[in-house]
T-cell receptor, first 115, second 115 residues
């Protein structure tokens, strides 16, 4: 069964450094998402992406964040200058369509630790 | 805005027994969907079951069933004949209307099945 994959599984970085988290969505899916979960807190929506542009973003997704689909398979989340509070698990998801009720398929997550 | 609440951070159940995980939500929408996702350790979140709010019949998937009470805004997950492979974090999720189709998640319930 097709799966969403994410790399790396764990990333450790110094505060102020740039990180890029990578995701490979399911191949026939058209809608892509990033969520994050700070330890002990809820999974929170960051951004949705369709047709090479952002569909919606949350207030968390400020100018430090950007997303890109650099080729036909990868979907990336870049954090320009990491802060301590960016430490979290980051989940990528994809869906075939965007109708209410459509299932989003999630990757295993990347644990980002900012020191 | 939608909110999702899972009031049980951790639960345990003996193998072969039945356990119920609770979820409550708040919305002003009349038609919506509700999801339960399961995340085994170090694995991706996978869909367990989905409920459409306008359907009165509770959704069932093999050993997993829901008790959906629309008036009470309650969406609990019942796992029958618990198996060791059911050990995981369980998230209740609620998709939002709008261009982004973002999911709202609860904080999760960590379920341990005891042999």
């Amino acid at each position: 069964e097709p799966e969403v994959t994410q790399t790396p599984s764990h990333q450790v970085t110094q505060m102020g450094q740039e990180v890029i988290l990578r995701c490979v969505p399911i191949s026939n899916h058209l809608y892509f998402y990033w969520y994050r979960q700070i330890l002990g807190q809820k999974v929170e929506f960051l951004v949705s992406f369709y047709n090479n542009e952002i569909s919606e973003k949350s207030e968390i997704f400020d100018d430090q964040f950007s997303v890109e689909r650099p080729d036909g398979s990868n979907f990336t989340l870049k954090i320009r200058s990491t802060k301590l509070e960016d430490s979290a698990m980051y989940f990528c998801a994809s869906s075939e369509a965007r109708a209410l009720g459509d299932t989003q398929y999630f990757g295993p997550g990347t644990r980002l630790t900012v020191l | 805005a939608q909110t999702v609440t899972q009031s049980q951070p951790e639960m345990s159940v003996q193998e072969a027994e039945t356990v119920t995980l609770s979820c409550t939500y708040d919305t002003s929408e009349s038609n919506y969907y509700l999801f339960w996702y399961k995340q085994p350790p170090s694995r991706q979140m996978i869909l367990v079951i989905r409920q459409e709010a306008y359907k009165q019949q509770n959704a069932t998937e093999n050993r997993f069933s829901v008790n959906f009470q629309k008036a009470a805004k309650s969406f609990s997950l019942k796992i029958s004949d618990s198996q060791l492979g059911d050990t995981a974090m369980y998230f209740c999720a609620f998709p939002a209307w709008g261009t982004g189709n973002q999911f709202y998640f609860g904080t999760g319930t960590s379920l341990t099945v005891i042999p």
